[in-house]
C-alpha cells in the first residue's frame, strides 16, 4: 500500500511542484519554501534544535496553526529544555507561525514522500509527533513508527462532509491510523468516527477542543487608542471587521455595508480576506462599486484617518486579533459560502459580537453553543446580513452581552489542553 502511495504521489508531485514554483515566485518564497517541502533543509536553520530533544509540531493552515497555541505555550512550560518546530503546509499558516515566540523552528512541512520524510526526520530527530485536527499523512505516520517516534493526532475532528469519504477509504487508512499512538478527539462523535475509520478504540478519547482555551490579552483604552492610531482609524467611529472573507462573500459585505451607508450609519469597514494574494482583485471589486478603498500595507502612507464610509482592506497577516479588538461588531467568513466555517470564537474572546452564514460544518459544535449563550448570530442568507449588523449597531447594550455571552462560552468549556497534556505525558514516558 505505501508503495502504491508512494508512486502515486510521485506522479502528483510533477503536477503539483510548479504550482508551487509559480505560487512561491509570487510570494517570494521560492527557495526557502520549495526547498523545505523537499526535505533541504541548510544547517543554520536546524541550529536552534542543537543538542535538545524536539517535539515536532503540524498544523496545516491559519485556523489549525491558532487553534495549537495554547498547546504549544503548555508543551513549552511543561518541557522547557524541549525545542518546539511547527511545521504548516500553507504560506498564511507559516506567516502566523512565525509570529509565535514559543517556537524555536518553523518548517514548511514536507512533501509526503518516503525518501523526502526520512531525509527530514534524519535533520530534525524529532522525539515526539503531534498533529493539530486531521491530517493523516501515511509516510509522515510510517516513518514515526519506524523511528520509534510516538505519533498523536490532538485536537481531532472529522468533518460531516469528509466522514462519509474516509469511510469508503477506510482499508487504505486503517494501516495508518494502527500507527499513530493516541487521538484526542474534540467530541464523542469525532472519537466514533475515527474509530469507524479504524483507529483503534483502546487509543482514543475525548479531550475537548483547543479552541476553548485560545488566550487573548483585552486591550486598554490607551492600547486601543494606539491601534486606531497604527490603523489610522478616526476615534469616534464605529468598525465593522469582515474576518476570513472568501470570493463571493466579499460582494455581500459590500452590499450590506452599502446600504449601513445609505441608512445614515458612520462605519468604516475592515475586510480582511482569507487569502491575502487575493486583495488586488477584491480591492478593484470595491473600487467599482464606489467604495474608498485603502490597503493594510499602504495605510502609513495616508495623512489623515479613515472615516465613515471607507474600506481598509488588509493584506497582511497574523494582525486579525488587533482588528478584531478594535471592532464594534465582527463577521466571520467561509460561512455564507459554502467552505464550512472559521474560527467564531477568536472574536469571542475579545468579547466581541459574532455574526456568522449558515455554512459552519466545520464548526457546528461551536455555532450551536455560541448561538445559546447568546454571543453569536447566524444569518442564513446574504439579505439578512445587513439588518443583523444594523441592528447590533443601534445597540450598545446587545453588543456588550452578546460579547460577555460568547466570553463565558469560552471559560465555561476551556481545559482541553491540560487533557491533552495528559497524554503528552505519557508517550513521552512520564
Not at 204 to 216: G, I, P, S, W, Y
Not at 358 to 371: A, D, G
Amino acid at each position: 500500500m505505501f508503495l502504491l502511495y508512494d508512486l502515486i504521489l510521485s506522479l502528483a508531485t510533477l503536477v503539483l511542484l510548479p504550482y508551487y514554483l509559480l505560487r512561491g515566485l509570487r510570494h517570494g518564497k521560492v527557495r526557502q519554501g520549495i526547498r523545505e517541502r523537499l526535505g533541504v533543509l541548510p544547517a543554520e536553520r536546524l541550529a536552534p534544535l542543537a543538542g535538545r530533544p524536539v517535539i515536532w509540531v503540524h498544523a496545516v493552515s491559519v485556523g489549525e496553526t491558532r487553534a495549537a497555541v495554547p498547546l504549544i505555550k503548555a508543551l513549552k512550560s511543561r518541557y522547557p529544555n524541549h525545542a518546539i518546530v511547527l511545521s504548516n503546509v500553507t504560506e498564511t499558516g507559516h506567516g502566523v507561525a512565525r509570529g509565535l515566540r514559543d517556537v524555536d523552528l518553523c518548517l514548511f512541512f514536507p512533501f509526503d514522500l518516503s525518501w523526502v520524510v526520512r531525509r527530514v526526520f534524519a535533520a530534525v530527530k524529532p522525539q515526539l509527533a503531534v498533529i493539530v485536527e486531521t491530517e493523516i499523512w501515511p509516510n509522515f505516520v510510517r516513518q514515526c513508527q519506524k523511528d520509534a517516534i510516538p505519533v498523536l493526532l490532538v485536537n481531532g475532528r472529522i468533518s460531516d462532509r469528509s466522514f462519509p469519504r474516509y469511510r469508503r477509504v477506510r482499508w487504505l487508512l486503517q494501516p495508518v491510523l494502527r500507527r499513530f499512538s493516541a487521538f484526542c478527539m474534540q467530541s464523542e462523535l469525532d472519537a466514533e468516527r475515527i474509530i469507524a475509520m479504524g483507529a483503534p478504540a483502546e487509543r482514543v478519547e475525548v479531550t475537548r477542543n483547543l479552541k476553548f482555551d485560545m488566550q487573548a490579552k483585552t486591550p486598554d483604552v490607551s492600547e486601543l487608542a494606539q491601534l486606531r492610531q497604527t490603523f489610522h482609524l478616526a476615534a469616534d467611529t464605529k468598525i465593522w471587521v469582515a474576518g476570513s472573507t472568501h470570493a463571493g462573500e466579499e460582494e455581500s459585505v459590500a452590499l450590506a455595508f452599502g446600504e449601513l451607508l445609505a441608512a445614515g450609519q458612520s462605519l468604516v469597514l475592515v475586510l480582511v480576506p482569507r487569502h491575502p494574494e487575493r486583495c488586488r482583485g477584491v480591492a478593484e471589486m470595491l473600487a467599482s462599486r464606489g467604495f474608498s478603498v485603502t490597503l493594510r500595507s499602504k495605510i502609513s502612507e495616508r495623512s489623515s484617518p479613515l472615516h465613515g464610509g471607507e474600506v481598509l482592506l488588509v493584506d497582511s497577516i497574523g494582525e486579525m486579533m488587533s482588528f478584531y479588538a478594535l471592532a464594534d461588531l465582527v463577521f466571520v467568513g467561509g460561512s455564507l459560502v459554502n467552505i464550512g466555517g472559521h474560527n467564531i470564537l477568536e472574536a469571542s474572546l475579545l468579547k466581541k459580537p459574532v455574526i456568522f452564514g449558515p455554512y459552519m460544518q466545520n464548526f457546528k459544535e461551536i455555532s450551536r453553543l455560541l448561538i445559546e449563550a447568546n454571543g453569536g448570530v447566524c444569518v442564513a442568507t446574504e439579505s439578512e446580513l445587513e439588518p443583523a449588523v444594523a441592528r447590533l449597531l443601534a445597540d450598545a447594550d446587545l453588543r456588550q452581552a452578546m460579547g460577555q455571552g460568547g466570553y463565558g462560552l469560552l471559560a465555561e468549556n476551556a481545559g482541553a489542553t491540560d487533557h491533552t497534556l495528559r497524554v503528552v505525558a505519557r508517550a513521552l514516558g512520564g
